[in-house]
């Protein structure tokens, strides 16, 4: 439960701190001293929005900070858990916001998003507003509402989290089956295209040997005549020639005895020298007798040599470029084949979706209309005790129109009203007025709040437009949910502040420089006085005093029984 609300420069706030208990406490004041201040401040540290607007003047930055009693809220515990926010002692959410309008949250000194707070806040605190009665004429409403006394609210999720998926998965596939018709013509061109290029079956080094072979066999009679040209000049049959040249330099320099040392180094060099103008004889002599200049080959070359030519001209690239092309077309066409098989996998997917939809929504139907009839009769007995004798209230559940999943499960749930005896059933829209709508809210209200796993209910000013016994029995109710938990309860009747177990004063400090909103914890006299202020106006009496004694006792005394 909530057990400490701190709160700093916050609209007309500059610093305010409540101490907060279980059972049911009421905060009463002025209109306009802050009362439903604090609770927005609460609503902002549960993850609201947030604008500038809510600094207090002066001030750089509002911050808030909520301290919850975790003992029993076992599901915000897990939740703390699986983040690895968890700690000893409370759990503590803060939220502030800058003058700029920037905003920060805080889970237990962690920095967290807002969705977190909001999702932490909503296992922690249930806030009832005042207005919340006009969200009645919403079918959104009346479904949550009846989903949450059947304790199928995660049930709920699951039955829009499936009907989401069914219609991802079917307008996937439905897009994949638009482009069928185009992925097929373009399936039979990049076939065509890779059946042309296997065909082709250019090996990785091949075009360059063809090109090089070709070349040579071209010029085989210009090549064959140079080489000979060459053996001649080289060759040993006759003196004229470079070896024999080399061979008598060598025994001219090489004879003498004491000879100087560079003309070693020069006979070294000339033998060297003729090694190598041997080998290349003997290299030319080798290449010359096997050259084969077929003019058959040559031909087969030209023609192979075209077909690769050709087939680049065809795609607009250039011949090496064709062993890229066509890796690029087998895996585009390899892409095209996945989505005839994405197309199957969908279908099936689709149908599994569907299957798990149906299983899901149809135990939501039975929890929805085993829990109608329940909160439906526990309504009406409300109703007939806040002023509306032999009014009636039903939960109709009508079944959608569409066979396709919807977000909402299997069936509409409208709630409907007949304020009057001998009047027929409507929808709430067509025959509630403001003030039985507000009843009517309230009534529902207090009966979902009664199977509500969150342990702290906020009701603020959800009595306007009540007064006299209803009055008393609406603060009756009230305290009853405080006695299951902690209930928080701003009220300006003082039938309803009566049945507080904690009274919570709230009131303006005014400075000669500005006002301030505070906030006291009454003692039972001080009790009494308010009561009796909210009774009679700022004249107490002995009268009024007395009144607002007995009503204080009785509530006790009732409570006692």
């Avoid at 002025?30 to 540290?45: H, N, Q, R, V």
């Avoid at 930055?61 to 915000?76: N, R, S, V």
């Avoid at 897990?78 to 803060?94: K, N, V």
């Amino acid at each position: 439960m909530l057990v400490h609300l701190s709160i700093r420069n916050y609209a007309i706030v500059e610093q305010l701190d409540l101490e907060l208990r279980g059972g049911m406490s009421v905060i009463t004041g002025e209109t306009g001293a802050g009362k439903s201040i604090m609770l927005d401040a609460l609503g902002l540290a549960l993850g609201d929005r947030a604008d500038s607007g809510v600094v207090r003047p002066g001030a750089d930055k509002a911050d808030i900070l909520a301290t919850f009693d975790l003992a029993g809220i076992d599901e915000a515990r897990q939740w703390l858990a699986e983040r690895d926010l968890d700690g000893e002692g409370p759990c503590i959410l803060r939220r502030v916001i800058t003058a700029e309008g920037r905003s920060r949250g805080y889970i237990n000194g962690t920095p967290c998003p807002q969705g977190d707070l909001k999702q932490l806040g909503e296992l922690l605190i249930d806030i009832h507003s005042q207005h919340e009665h006009q969200s009645l004429l919403k079918p959104d409403t009346h479904r949550r509402l009846l989903d949450a006394y059947a304790g199928a609210g995660e049930l709920a999720r699951q039955v829009q989290q499936s009907a989401q998926r069914w219609r991802q998965l079917r307008s996937e596939l439905q897009r994949l089956s638009r482009s069928g018709e185009e992925q097929q013509a373009r399936r039979q061109l990049l076939s065509y295209q890779l059946e042309e290029l296997d065909n082709l079956a250019l090996g990785s080094d091949e075009l360059e040997a063809l090109e090089q072979e070709h070349k040579a066999l071209s010029n085989a009679d210009a090549l064959l005549g140079a080489c000979r040209q060459v053996l001649d000049l080289c060759s040993e049959s006759d003196g004229g020639n470079v070896l024999s040249a080399l061979h008598g330099s060598i025994q001219r320099l090489g004879g003498g005895q004491g000879q100087p040392a560079a003309l070693d180094e020069a006979v070294n060099l000339l033998a060297s020298a003729q090694i190598q103008v041997e080998e290349a004889v003997a290299g030319l002599n080798r290449f010359v007798d096997h050259f084969d200049a077929d003019p058959q080959r040559l031909q087969q070359i030209e023609e192979r040599l075209d077909s690769i030519y050709g087939l680049a001209r065809k795609h607009r690239i250039q011949p090496g470029e064709l062993a890229p092309l066509q890796a690029q077309l087998r895996s585009e066409l390899q892409d095209l084949d996945a989505d005839d098989a994405s197309v199957e996998r969908l279908g099936s997917e689709l149908g599994a979706c569907a299957q798990r939809y149906q299983a899901l929504a149809e135990r939501l139907s039975h929890l929805r209309r085993d829990a109608a009839g329940n909160l439906a009769l526990a309504v009406e007995a409300e109703m007939q005790r806040l002023g509306m004798p032999g009014g009636r209230f039903a939960i109709a559940l009508q079944p959608c129109s569409s066979e396709e999943p919807q977000p909402q499960g299997q069936e509409q749930v409208e709630f409907q009203v007949s304020a009057n005896p001998g009047q027929p059933l409507k929808g709430l829209a067509k025959v509630a007025s403001g003030g039985e709508l507000s009843r009517i809210s309230l009534a529902i209200q207090v009966i979902t709040a009664q199977t509500s796993r969150v342990p702290t209910l906020v009701f603020d000013e959800v009595d306007v437009g009540i007064g006299g016994p209803t009055a008393e029995v609406v603060g009756q109710l009230l305290r009853r949910l405080g006695e299951r938990g902690q209930v928080i309860t701003v009220t300006h009747l003082p039938q309803v502040a009566a049945q507080g177990h904690q009274h919570l004063f709230v009131h303006k400090q005014r400075g000669s420089d500005e006002t301030r909103t505070a906030v006291a914890c009454l003692t039972p006299h001080q009790r009494i006085e308010e009561v009796a202020r909210m009774l009679g106006g700022l004249d107490l009496t002995r009268e009024s005093l007395a009144h607002a004694r007995r009503m204080v006792q009785g509530a006790t005394r009732q409570a006692a029984a």
